[in-house]
């Protein structure tokens, strides 16, 4: 045998088929492999961008640092680009998130550069055939049409569908768009996946994020997952996690109905039935409290009304809980001892918590658990939520949602004078932009908008039950997959009412395409954040600057550009951009939206985190700890990677971020901090700033309040300021002073700008005080109704919401089975990207319904058997059966990520030619229900029941 | 000189299928769909007990695939990577049978309906053409070796399951990590 290489000329093939075989390929496959959508060649007068094949091996490289678009983890790596076509994707072994790990869609993001499936340029539907338009003509007579029902219905009948992959600049400027628009009616996927953990944790300690890092999971002893599925959703945070697991031996619990890739690595797995997470939790307090494992010291100062606690708790002794959960006893207390002996522990949680019609109330027993163990404001302690797309993060901070302006403001007067004063803009005219009427006693402009999860009741429910003057008639869909909502078939009923609607996006999405239109559909091209530049958050706050990869493929353009061309044909672009450049491509400058951000964000400190670091942070990722985040050398010695917000004050105070939200251990300008006294001073009386407890180095050695310029002046401090600061201070707080001041001075005296209190184990303002258990409302539990019942039916902001009236219905004789969902590591949200990805969907090819042998073999149904799945409302779904003993019997979970076939019908017609994904398959929320959480709208998708038929 | 090897350390693997996209990725003119280099194998599939694994070509010293190709077709490197010569395979699939790891691929469904040459893991080191030439390029994929890189899957591997490089590195960096966590956990238990 040969030991060297041998050269031989290579065998000439009979026709050039390099580059066109996989396509080819995938046309036969159409035909004999069902699953795999046959893909026809690239439609006439199509532009092509030269592939990476055309590229010689040896022209020069340049490499961009940009950071990948699947999750929130926040991977870094370096692409690169030859003859401007993204060539090479090398991995960034010196990133401290990832150390150049990736997942199945990190390790495939290349493929972005190619976009073979994307939309290529305007396009609109005309009698039912899409018609290639220019963008003169797109933005034109999109313009047009949201000024005609503007002036027929309101501005409140626009609805701006937004996303969690726009840059932070992005969703800014969407939000902003939306208010000189003169609406609430803006939200995006975070409704749809943590908002009921940013409203349950928020209303806890004060800020709902994740409160330490990907990276503090190593320094824990023992992880708590909850509806958590990291070796799918957020597999490079297994590394971490895994690292814990060897290095300190730390335990790994999982606490989920299915045995998950996460659960075949844990010490402990507790399938409990889906949705009952609260008297679980229960389950464990009452052995905490009954073996007293609590933190006594750390509830004595920092945690207010655990009494209440105690109460609640006591009605869940081991024997309810087993009954309600479905589990053993023993279960509840080895979980239980496990984490109370392993300190300390971090609990995370994601949509299996969130997901929930009692999401809020799901997060706040999760916090109440920590609380209880003393577990918050520590290393390796924490709640560690982890959140799902690469910016939802960002999103939700820059207020991308119906009930907030950016930085968690509100939409109450005082906050929109806050924002018009940032924009430089008279808060008259921004009023005068809204809808000045008043609708069952709510006004427009201070009331939250439809949500995300419902804008398909905003059209479809009846005028006069609606808190606007009109239904929703016009909708942009901008970067969101609808077949992530629930009740999809009302979904397309809305998209086939409305008047017109507009896609913007790289993919047509379902949007364009599941409904029986024949005219007024949109398709505007919009790029990834590969062919743009900005920044965004990840899940532990840390903000990265993407340096911009290739030039926008085919007419795409960049987000910012099109809502700047859309402002200036209706007529607000000078107020829409007053503080910014626009560069000579005609885009609002990047950097200058950063800088209006840093002028706004005072409530959460990104204030601090200026274009200029965060470029500086990107371009030195290597010189931060893997483990600690920190530098230790370099131009940012000392800082946190990303600078976490809050990064407090000014750039200019150069605050190094806040990787561990609430630690005492650490002085505020170091990072440290201590919960927020967000809720006042007192309840009924008693105190509830925090009794003893401050963070190293306060000058306050004890519990005190918000800072305002009262305060400073109650203290002695206000001469402190420059005049300048004074002048801008004045009648001011730490949350609208916009000169910085009052933050710089309240840490040179070591105190937090934002207060020092205790955490709240009861929330005043919310339906149930501590959290209650209420059965889902498809519950498979009858017999538990009655003890444990819903709400009652209710108005949430716009909307009518049905609870009792549901959940009173028996539907357990026809759907006897509990139907939950979730994700699969090859694909992402609503699939529309990852299923155009051939490297991706190569590995997924079908979708599924994962049953347990019991209930496949009382139904005559076999693995890989064709079901019908018939969701408790009707909605059916025609799918393989995966049987599998990851399920316990009576339990069915379906993957969320498909789309493109509806009712057993493929939707693959409907598509514009050369863009439908690789792969097509029923939407798991087809079948899915009715349930809304009653204070953020969530959606239910984690507890609902079926029935499978073989097929 | 170095002996090139490949583990996958089950305890780390949480199969995420990082490994073959990256592959696909890196070697995509080489590659149809349908063909994929390097694959992970699952047991006990959703009960206790599940444990994944990484599997290609494992580059074997004294490999089967070589001993019983009848075209002769196979060759080691100076870095005891096994490649193959294309142009001399002649699609018999007689290293499917010796593979133990299932190794050797053939297209699903060619253009043609035929079985085509075989094709398997290269380690990144491309093939017997000259390197980083397009004939090397289509026929075989890229050429990390020749650049002084390892194999994209096992650089890409999101948990570092996968570990690729000269054995002894290989088995030091896998020793360290048996002696943190005991030999109960080392491997399969």
Redesign the interface.
């Known amino acids: 045998?040969?030991?060297?290489?041998?050269?031989?000329?290579?065998?000439k093939a009979d026709k050039p088929?390099?580059?066109i075989?996989?396509r080819?390929?995938?046309k036969?496959?159409g035909v004999?492999a069902g699953g795999?959508a046959a893909a026809s060649f690239l439609g006439t007068g199509m532009m092509r961008r030269a592939e990476?094949?055309d590229v010689p091996?040896?022209a020069p490289i340049e490499i961009k640092r940009t950071v990948c678009s699947a999750c929130a983890v926040g991977c870094g790596l370096y692409a690169e680009v030859q003859n401007g076509v993204w060539t090479g994707?090398?991995?960034a072994f010196d990133h401290p998130f990832?150390?150049?790990?990736?997942?199945?869609?990190?390790?495939?993001?290349?493929?972005h550069g190619h976009g073979e499936k994307r939309v290529k340029y305007p396009m609109k539907l005309v009698d039912g055939k899409w018609k290639r338009i220019s963008w003169e003509t797109a933005i034109e007579e999109v313009g047009d049409q949201m000024l005609k029902i503007r002036q027929e219905s309101g501005p409140d009948s626009l609805y701006f569908m937004g996303s969690a992959k726009f840059s932070n600049e992005g969703c800014y400027m969407y939000r902003k768009f939306a208010a000189m628009w003169g609406t609430n009616n803006v939200d995006h996927s975070a409704r749809i996946c943590h908002s009921t953990t940013v409203a349950g944790v928020a209303n806890t300690w004060g800020y709902g994020a994740q409160t330490n890092s990907f990276n503090d999971i190593q320094n824990t002893k023992a992880i708590f997952f909850i509806g958590s599925n990291p070796?799918?959703a957020h597999?490079?945070a297994?590394?971490h996690i895994?690292l814990a697991?060897?290095?300190n031996?730390a335990k790994i619990i999982v606490i989920d109905p299915r045995?998950s890739?996460?659960a075949?690595?844990s010490d402990l797995?507790v399938n409990i039935r889906p949705g009952t997470d609260i008297p679980f939790i229960y389950g464990m307090l009452w052995h905490i409290f009954e073996n007293g494992w609590e933190d006594k010291t750390f509830i004595d100062q920092r945690v207010f009304a655990m009494d209440e606690i105690r109460k609640e708790a006591a009605k869940f002794p081991p024997k309810e809980v087993a009954n309600i959960c479905g589990i053993s006893e023993d279960a509840i207390y080895q979980t239980a001892k496990m984490f109370a002996e392993n300190r300390p522990g971090t609990v995370v949680w994601c949509m299996g918590g969130t997901q929930h019609h009692v999401g809020n109330a799901n997060t706040r027993a999760y916090c109440i658990l920590q609380l209880a163990l003393g577990n918050m404001g520590k290393q390796g302690g924490g709640t560690n939520i982890f959140r799902g797309h690469d910016n939802v993060q960002g999103a939700t901070d820059l207020g991308l949602l119906f009930d907030t302006l950016p930085g968690y403001y509100g939409l109450t007067t005082a906050a929109w004078k806050h924002w018009s004063h940032v924009w430089d803009l008279d808060f008259d005219w921004v009023q005068g932009r809204f809808d000045s009427g008043e609708y069952l006693d709510r006004v427009p402009m201070n009331t939250p908008g439809i949500p995300c999860s419902r804008w398909h009741d905003g059209v479809l429910e009846g005028k006069a039950k609606l808190a606007q003057r009109d239904n929703i008639r016009m909708a942009f869909f901008w970067g969101q997959s609808v077949n992530t909502e629930t009740r999809q078939r009302d979904v397309r009923d809305a998209l086939d009412k409305m008047d017109t609607v507009v896609v913007v996006d790289p993919a047509p999405t379902m949007a364009g395409v599941m409904h029986r239109r024949k005219n007024g559909v949109y398709l505007l091209p919009a790029c990834t954040q590969f062919e743009s530049r900005g920044s965004l958050s990840n899940s532990g706050r840390s903000a990265q600057w993407r340096e911009q990869v290739i030039e926008p493929l085919f007419e795409s353009k960049n987000d910012l550009e099109i809502m700047y061309l859309l402002s200036k044909k209706l007529g607000f672009d000078k107020e829409y951009t007053k503080r910014m450049q626009i560069d000579e491509k005609g885009i609002p400058l990047v950097e200058d939206v950063t800088r209006e951000i840093n002028r706004g964000m005072w409530t959460i400190g990104m204030s601090g985190q200026s274009p200029e670091r965060l470029k500086e942070h990107t371009m030195n990722w290597g010189t931060f700890s893997t483990k600690t985040l920190e530098a230790e050398g370099g131009p940012c010695k000392g800082e946190t990677y990303g600078l976490p917000w809050p990064c407090w004050g000014t750039p200019e105070q150069k605050h190094p971020g806040t990787q561990i939200l609430y630690n005492t251990n650490r002085h505020v300008l170091n990072g440290g901090g201590n919960f927020r006294a967000r809720y006042g001073v007192e309840y009924k009386g008693e105190n509830i700033l925090a009794n003893g407890s401050y963070s190293v180095g306060s000058e306050i050695q004890d519990g005190y309040p918000e800072f305002s310029d009262k305060l400073l002046k109650q203290l002695g401090w206000w001469d402190e300021l420059t005049d300048a600061e004074k002048a801008e201070a004045e009648g001011k707080n730490w949350k609208t002073d916009l000169s910085g001041g009052i933050h710089r001075v309240a840490m040179k005296h070591g105190c937090i700008p934002f207060g020092n209190a205790k955490a709240r184990c009861i929330v005043w303002t919310f339906p149930d005080q501590v959290p209650v258990h209420r059965e889902p409302l498809y519950t498979p539990r009858r017999d538990l109704v009655e003890k444990y019942p819903t709400y009652e039916d209710r108005q949430v902001h716009r909307l009518p919401t049905l609870y009792k009236s549901i959940q009173q219905q028996d539907m357990t004789g026809k759907y006897p089975l509990a139907l939950t969902s979730g994700r699969l590591?090859?694909y992402e949200g609503g699939g529309e990207e990852s299923r155009s990805n051939?490297?991706?969907a190569?590995?997924q090819q079908n979708m599924f319904v994962e049953m347990n042998p019991a209930d496949a073999a009382d139904r005559s149904i076999r693995n890989g058997d064709k079901v019908w799945l018939e969701g408790a409302e009707g909605g059916r779904v025609l799918v393989e059966a995966l049987v599998?003993?990851?399920v316990k019997q009576g339990v069915t979970w379906m993957p969320y990520h498909f789309a493109g076939v509806m009712h057993g019908e493929s939707l693959e017609a409907n598509y514009p030619e050369g863009t439908a994904p690789y792969v097509l398959g029923e939407s798991a929320n087809t079948a899915l229900t009715y349930g809304y959480d009653p204070v953020t709208q969530m959606q239910e998708t984690k507890a609902s029941l079926c029935q499978i038929v073989k097929a | 000189m170095a002996t090139m090897k490949f583990l996958c350390d089950s305890?780390?693997c949480?199969?995420?299928?990082?490994?073959?996209?990256?592959c696909?990725?890196e070697n995509?003119?080489a590659l149809?769909?349908?063909i994929?280099r390097r694959r992970v194998v699952t047991i006990h599939?959703?009960?206790?007990g599940?444990?994944?694994i990484s599997v290609a070509c494992m580059h074997c010293s004294d490999a089967p695939c070589?001993a019983v190709c009848p075209a002769d077709c196979?060759?080691?490197?100076?870095d005891g990577v096994i490649?193959h010569?294309k142009?001399k395979c002649i699609g018999c699939g007689y290293c499917l049978y010796a593979c133990p790891f299932g190794a050797p691929q053939f297209k699903k469904?060619?253009?043609f309906g035929s079985r085509g040459k075989m094709d398997k893991c290269t380690f990144c080191s491309g093939g017997?053409?000259?390197n980083?030439?397009?004939?090397e390029?289509?026929?075989y994929g890229s050429n990390r070796i020749a650049e002084g890189?390892l194999p994209?899957c096992a650089?890409?591997?999101?948990?570092?399951a996968l570990l690729a490089g000269d054995a002894e590195v290989v088995s030091n960096v896998f020793r360290e990590?048996v002696a943190?966590?005991g030999a109960d956990n080392a491997a399969w238990k």
């Open positions: 045998m040969k030991l060297t290489r041998t050269s031989t000329v290579a065998a088929t390099l580059g075989s996989r080819q390929f995938m036969n496959a004999t795999i990476a094949k091996h040896d994707q090398e991995p990832n150390q150049g790990g990736h997942c199945a869609k990190g390790a495939a993001l290349r493929e070796a799918e597999p490079v297994m590394q895994l697991k060897e290095r031996n045995f890739r996460t075949a690595h797995h590591v090859e051939p490297w991706l190569e590995l599998t003993p990851r | 305890k780390r949480i199969e995420c299928n990082g490994c073959v996209t990256a696909k990725n995509e003119h149809e769909w349908g994929q599939d959703g009960e206790r599940e444990a994944s070589m196979f060759y080691r490197t100076e490649l010569n142009d469904n060619g253009a017997p053409e000259e980083h030439s397009e004939a390029r289509a026929k890189k994209m650089e890409l591997c999101a948990t570092k990590r943190y966590r």
